[in-house]
């Protein structure tokens, strides 16, 4: 299994300008997360899908950051427009998911680190 | 609500001494509890698990026990490596999957 797939794998971009990170979670695995790490906040929740549909959004910073799942195998975390308070390396993750009562450990991707100048 | 609390880092050790990583949680019901480690310039990968009270989570000389009287699932190895420089975190996952991560531990083990 290829694991958690992101792209791009690094990404530059000026300040006003639309971003979009990609993540094909593994093949069989119905949740995906998408996190936000940084030094001064450590890794944060944006929001997660169970069998496609977003669950919780709470975390999403505000309305310029969306997410979507349109299939079971591709997700997009969208920022338009960006700032440099936005740089930080994003990281989606995927699980099995919720089964019988069983919480499964999540399998990260290696992340996309964005740089917003 | 669900939280968990690891100790500040960094933790600086020479090779070989024992290690000791604190975390405690704060849940409403019974947690599924997991460490997490993550190298520089990666994700973070799975180091152990337990998924009630009493058991114990072991990998690669790794160990921690799920305690439900004090609330904790501290990481512990007993000769550490170099290569096991990392930052380690401690999660909890509740209702529906969704995992509540502690804010990380930086390990430095010296030669």
Redesign the interface.
């Known amino acids: 299994d290829a694991g958690v797939i992101q792209s791009p794998r690094h990404e530059v971009t000026e300040m006003g300008q639309e971003v979009t990170l990609r993540c094909k979670p593994i093949s069989g695995h119905n949740s995906l997360f998408w996190y936000r790490q940084t030094m001064m906040r450590g890794l944060e929740l944006l929001i997660y899908f169970n069998n496609n549909v977003p669950i919780d959004d709470s975390g999403m910073p505000e309305d310029r950051f969306s997410a979507k799942m349109p299939n079971a195998s591709f997700s997009t975390l969208k920022i338009q427009p960006s700032e440099p308070r936005d740089s930080a390396v994003y990281f989606c993750a995927s699980s099995p998911g919720l089964a019988g009562g069983r919480n499964y450990e999540q399998y990260f991707g290696p992340g996309t680190r964005l740089t917003v100048t | 609500g669900n939280s968990v609390t690891q100790m500040e880092g960094p933790v600086t050790l020479s090779e070989e001494a024992f290690l000791t990583i604190n975390c405690t949680y704060t849940a409403t019901g019974y947690?599924?509890l997991?460490w997490?480690v993550q190298y520089p310039g990666?994700?973070?990968?799975?180091l152990l698990?337990a998924?009630k009270a009493d058991d114990k989570g072991s990998n690669k000389g790794f160990e921690a026990t799920y305690r439900k009287e004090t609330t904790s699932f501290h990481l512990e190895k007993g000769s550490v490596q170099v290569s096991d420089s990392a930052v380690y975190?401690c999660a909890l996952?509740?209702n529906?999957?969704?995992?509540y991560?502690g804010?990380?531990t930086k390990l430095n083990v010296k030669p």
């Open positions: 947690p599924s997991f997490y990666e994700g973070l990968q799975l698990k998924t975190f996952s509740y529906f999957n969704k995992f991560f804010s990380g």
